[in-house]
């Protein structure tokens, strides 16, 4: 396969590594670009920058919980001087009162639902995009139900750039589930806990580590045991319940979250635009400037 210059921009902007190095990596992996970004980092060449996880279009993300129902959701519009439009505020309110009350299992059924005004989901946005002048989508969402025993920690940060809910099960603690939640803002885990990462990463990532160490000059009697050290800081990248708790760095969040009498049952993380457009914020090292300064 030919590399293009837009193949190489687009690996350089995911791995932050040069030019060149990028076009090497694409040349020897044939324009596959997850297994050109492997081999950079392999060979130590990536930076494995998180720009993908920072980008962001313009809306809002919501949460709304009634009881021990809860819904996290996520309104895009075109400017985020729209999104502090008071007539948008206002339509994303109704989409989570109506969310809830009709639990659609998708998108695409609930934009097709009939509002209490009598329109259809689809149509009480087109309204508002008359009036407002901007395209207007609702998203995603997901619709989270607890038991009286649990608790729920809903988390906005910038007033909707960044939002999580946690369900803490077997605790009442609400404080707590939304620190944790804060947490969620902050170092964006994939899963709760190692159970939830599938064979085939571990797998792609021991790979990726083996030859990290093997390309060190390691003696290759104990890259083994180092790869699966290495893989222990990896799982604490990516599982919360390993991660070190950011109101106490010397507790790990499992141990937080069981000071409560509770375990993490599940988090949901939304960041405003994620994969959609073009934005450079890092709003979670904004969430954790905050969380340092005590607010």
Known sequence: MAV????????REKTGAGMMDCKKALVETNGDIEAAMDFLREKGLSSASKKA???AADGTTAILVQGNEAVIYEVNAETDFVAKNEGFQTLVKELGEHLLSVKPA???EATASTMSNGLTVADHISNAIAKIGEKITLRRFEIRTKSDNDAFGPYLHMGGRIAVLV???????SDAARDIAMHVAALNPKYVSRDEVSAEEVDRERKVLTE???NEGKPENI?????EGRLG????????????FVKNSDQKVRDFAASTGGTVKGFTRYEVGEGIE??????????MSQVNKGN
């Not at 369900?167 to 603690?173: I, K, R, T, V």
């Not at 800081?233 to 070190?244: G, I, N, R």
């Open 4 to 11: 293009t210059a837009q193949m190489v921009k687009e690996l």
């Open 53 to 55: 996880d920072r980008i």
């Open 106 to 108: 998708s998108v695409e």
């Open 167 to 173: 369900e803490l099960e077997n605790s009442a603690d």
């Open 212 to 214: 990290q160490a093997l």
């Open 223 to 227: 890259v083994a045991k180092m790869v």
């Open 233 to 244: 800081k990896f799982f604490e990248d990516v599982c919360l319940l390993d991660q070190s």
């Open 278 to 287: 073009k934005r450079v914020d890092n709003f979670a090292d904004e969430v």
